[in-house]
């Protein structure tokens, strides 16, 4: 099982990035899909998921309005869409499965298998 996280990168204040979360060796409609950051210094965070059945999401609170989920089943990929982003965003940012099927506030330990991180910095 894999998970690779793409799409980092540099970005301006008020400018976009969308991630990207491609899985191998299983199917990510069957599974959890949440996405976590870390910044220097801080906790790793929740910062959405994605019920197996796309009826169930969170968002942290930071980032309602701004950031979106959504599934590619026929890729296997899941995205996060972040918009109007603000420096405060800049982390490592880290995609996570777990076959619960589940969505609530998203916990690093509950999550079986992880992606690598990919850095996002927002800066002018």
């Known amino acids: 099982v894999q998970l690779q996280a793409s799409g980092g990168g540099l970005v301006q204040p008020g400018g976009s990035l969308r991630l990207s979360c491609v899985a191998s060796?299983?199917?990510?409609?069957?599974?959890?899909v949440a996405w976590f950051r870390q910044a220097p210094g801080k906790e790793r965070e929740g910062v959405t998921c994605i019920s197996s059945t796309d009826r169930a999401k969170y968002w942290l609170d930071s980032v309602k309005g701004r950031f979106t989920i959504s599934r590619d089943n026929d890729r296997n990929t899941v995205y996060l869409e972040m918009n109007r982003m603000r420096v405060e965003d800049t982390a490592v940012y880290y995609c996570?499965?777990?076959?619960?099927?589940?969505?609530?506030?998203?916990?690093?330990?509950?999550?079986?298998?992880w992606g690598q991180g990919t850095q996002v910095t927002v800066s002018s």
């Open positions: 060796g299983l199917s990510l409609d069957d599974y959890t």
């Open positions: 996570a499965a777990d076959p619960w099927g589940g969505c609530g506030q998203p916990a690093p330990h509950l999550m079986r298998f």
